[in-house]
């Protein structure tokens, strides 16, 4: 059987579909190819299933999977034509080398993910990876011009690698080290489990990004915040004032929806005009070297950084 072409805008097929399948697949061609001819460069899958990146590895095009599980972790493919868009080698070790039409539906399924589970961390650290690129020019920019940033950026510190809660927990009680290893395990939280960057195109942006999101905890501990929604969106409050980054927006406007009307007049009334202080009167927290802090008392922190008390009925957390 062979196929004829009649005209340029109708074709007539005589084999059936499992020959011609046959044929192409002889050819060279998958359906996916085939398909891809007259699809856009960046074609997917239809959600929840979606492409996590195309990679060159060994000179040959690989596909870089997930699985799907709750909504994301789904095998997730690219057409022929879409991974000829792929940027390359990786630029670091956890990199995933994508186009800016993948970061775009990238950060469309995450953001819509995120909004459905705020809980899932990898959402929210897809999103901030494909949607933060500006802002952490930004950032890294005022780390340049800050002695102390500087410093940060040429050792690279990795919380996860440099600190030891069980180690912390034998610091003096009232020191910043025994109350962030108090607050950890407080909640079980552990330096290691903060996701890694994938999606950030450049090396130095990427340690940048690394580092918001380790220093997160810290940041929780300074202000003497705990872990309630309220808190919480307080906090991407005083991220956002300070870094700009558009997953703190998301966070900071839509987060505050899963609030009681009472909480959310409150935030407005009170959390915002806190988390408004507090980023003016705190230096850029990333451009404070937290690890070196660990043996200072708190209090003294808190003050010498000028950090706000919290409104008015809320308890500071307290070190044991």
């Known amino acids: ?39 856009t460069a960046a074609c ?42 792929s940027t390359g080698s990786s630029l670091y070790g956890t990199h995933v080398p994508t186009t800016f039409v993948q970061k775009v539906m990238l950060a469309g399924e995450a953001a819509f993910g995120a909004l459905r589970d705020p809980e899932r961390a990898d959402l929210v650290a897809t999103l901030g990876d494909t949607t933060g690129t500006l802002s952490l020019s930004t950032m890294h920019e005022r780390m340049q011009v800050d002695e102390i940033g500087r410093e940060i950026l040429q050792e690279r510190p990795v919380i996860a690698e440099s600190t ?6 034998e610091y003096p009680a009232g020191t910043f080290g025994k109350a962030y290893a108090d607050w950890m395990e407080a909640r079980q939280y552990r330096p290691e ?45 005083f991220e956002l004032l300070q870094t700009g980054l558009p997953v703190c927006l998301l966070s900071a406007t839509v987060g505050p929806t899963r609030l009681t009307s ?3 007049i409150r935030m407005a009334a009170e959390w915002v005009p806190w988390a408004v202080r507090c980023s003016v009167q705190v230096p850029f927290f990333l451009n404070i070297y937290f690890e070196r802090l660990f043996e200072h008392d708190i209090q003294e922190l808190r003050r010498e950084l000028d950090v706000a008390p919290p409104p008015y009925g809320v308890p500071v957390q307290q070190t044991a």
């Open 262 to 264: 009472a909480q959310r």
């Open 44 to 85: 997917f899958r239809a959600p929840p299933v979606f492409v996590a990146a195309a990679a060159r590895r060994g000179g040959r095009t690989t596909l870089l999977h997930q699985q799907h599980g709750d909504f994301m972790k789904g095998v997730g493919w690219l057409t022929p034509a879409a991974r000829k868009l």
């Open 164 to 169: 030891r809660i069980e180690v912390l927990r």
């Open 193 to 237: 489990e903060r996701p890694e960057v994938k999606y950030v195109d450049d090396p130095e942006l990427a340690y940048v990004m690394q580092r918001y999101r380790e220093v997160h905890d810290f940041v929780h501990v300074l202000t003497g915040l705990g872990s309630t929604e309220e808190e919480e969106i307080a906090i991407k409050w």
């Open 1 to 39: 059987p062979k196929i004829r072409f009649l005209s340029c805008s109708e074709r007539k097929v005589s084999a059936n579909a499992g020959e011609l399948e046959s044929r192409r697949k002889e050819k060279g061609h998958s359906m996916a190819r085939f398909l891809g001819k007259t699809a």
